[in-house]
């Protein structure tokens, strides 16, 4: 058990570029959770998968963003058209259905748009 | 909905002394879960305790512990004989069971406190 694992660490791009984040949760969670962080502020929630199903999605997760768990393993944030207001740090937790409850969290990826 | 409050953006401990982080929340849900979580500088997310809301004995582990007034709706976090390694920046989360009429299984977090512990 390695905990969980974010790709890539960083990433600059510039306005209007597509970018791709990738999150392997702890193997035997079958919950994963996207939240971002911006400075000085706490997480906030994205979006929610149990297994391959997207069951929650946050009013902050606009048309731009997408996230998929196609095999209930690993998943990937997508943010297209890119703009500044999404740079932040985006966080990928995973979690049991039944259990503590507790999140456990990844490195998180930063994100600046420039 | 559900909201989580930390009015404390900073605190400072002297090292070896004892310091407590206030959280309040708001919710109408009977059962819940809070949790204090730990982010050093640069480094990731930790859960350093952990309450469900249908005990009413006060969770420990080992130097810190919490205060929870489920009617007052308040969750500090007490860190006893303070390290060095405990500056970090403190977060308090608020999820729901998943049962209820909300049915949701995001966690709400606090902005944050900011401890930093003096030598």
């Known amino acids: 058990d390695t905990g969980v694992s974010q790709d890539p660490r960083h990433k600059i791009t510039k306005r209007g570029q597509n970018v791709t984040f990738r999150c392997d949760p702890i193997?035997?969670?079958?919950?994963l959770y996207w939240y971002r962080q911006t400075l000085g502020q706490g997480p906030e929630f994205l979006t929610y998968?149990?297994?391959?199903?997207?069951?929650?999605k946050s009013r902050l997760l606009s048309d731009r963003f997408s996230a998929e768990r196609p095999k209930g393993s690993f998943s990937t944030l997508e943010i297209q058209r890119t703009e500044q207001g999404d740079s932040a740090m985006y966080l990928c937790?995973?979690?049991?259905?039944?259990?503590?409850?507790?999140?456990?969290f990844g490195p998180g990826t930063r994100l600046t748009v420039l | 909905a559900q909201t989580v409050t930390q009015s404390q953006p900073e605190m400072s401990v002297q090292e070896a002394e004892t310091v407590t982080l206030s959280c309040t929340y708001d919710?109408?849900?009977?059962?819940?879960?809070l949790f204090w979580y730990k982010q050093p500088p640069s480094r990731q997310m930790i859960l350093v305790i952990r309450?469900?809301?249908?005990?009413?004995q006060n969770a420990t582990e080992n130097r810190f512990s919490v205060n929870f007034q489920k009617a007052a709706k308040s969750f500090s976090l007490k860190i006893s004989d303070s390290q060095l390694g405990d500056a970090a920046m403190y977060f308090c989360?608020?999820?729901?069971?998943?049962?209820?009429?909300?049915?949701?299984?995001?966690?709400?977090f606090g902005a944050g406190t900011r401890l930093t512990v003096k030598p």
């Open positions: 989360a608020y999820r729901s069971d998943g049962r209820g009429a909300f049915n949701n299984n995001d966690m709400r």
């Open positions: 193997s035997e969670h079958n919950r």
């Open positions: 937790a995973s979690g049991r259905e039944r259990g503590g409850h507790e999140q456990f």
């Open positions: 919710t109408s849900e009977s059962d819940y879960y």
């Open positions: 998968f149990q297994n391959e199903a997207q069951l929650e």
């Open positions: 309450q469900e809301a249908y005990k009413q």
